[in-house]
């Protein structure tokens, strides 16, 4: 078992910046592939991010390439996700999610999933 929880959205104009955290407990943090998601109103949940620890591979989806960056804090068990340049189109509720294997992208594939922080960027 894995617990995710959450923190850091809120709301930020257009071209500001907000930074998601997500603490992971209950198993040791780096056995699993870790991933950002993301689902705004009337749409499906979308892959923002992930990282896969062994062998190392990070993913972000075309949309967000160049402005959010994925990273761990092994020692604190903590997945984060850095967002740059925000745009409307990100208004969301940002969810964190873990799986045992390889990175994918489809979020049903995903076993662990944490309540979801709200993000919204107004123009």
């Not at 068990?77 to 189109?89: E, F």
């Amino acid at each position: 078992q894995v617990q995710l929880v959450e923190s850091g959205g809120g709301l930020v104009q257009a071209g500001g910046s907000l930074r998601l955290s997500c603490a992971a407990s209950g198993r040791t943090f780096s056995t699993f592939t870790m991933a950002w998601f993301r689902q705004a109103p009337g749409k499906e949940r979308e892959i923002v991010a992930a990282f896969q620890w062994n062998p190392s591979i990070t993913y972000y989806a075309d949309s967000v390439k160049g402005r959010f960056t994925i990273s761990t804090d092994n020692a604190k068990n903590t997945l984060s996700l850095q967002m740059n340049s925000l745009k409307p189109d990100d208004t969301a509720v940002y969810y964190c999610a873990a799986k045992q294997g390889w990175l994918t992208r489809t979020a049903n594939e995903y076993d662990y999933w944490g309540q979801g922080t709200q993000v919204t960027v107004a123009s």
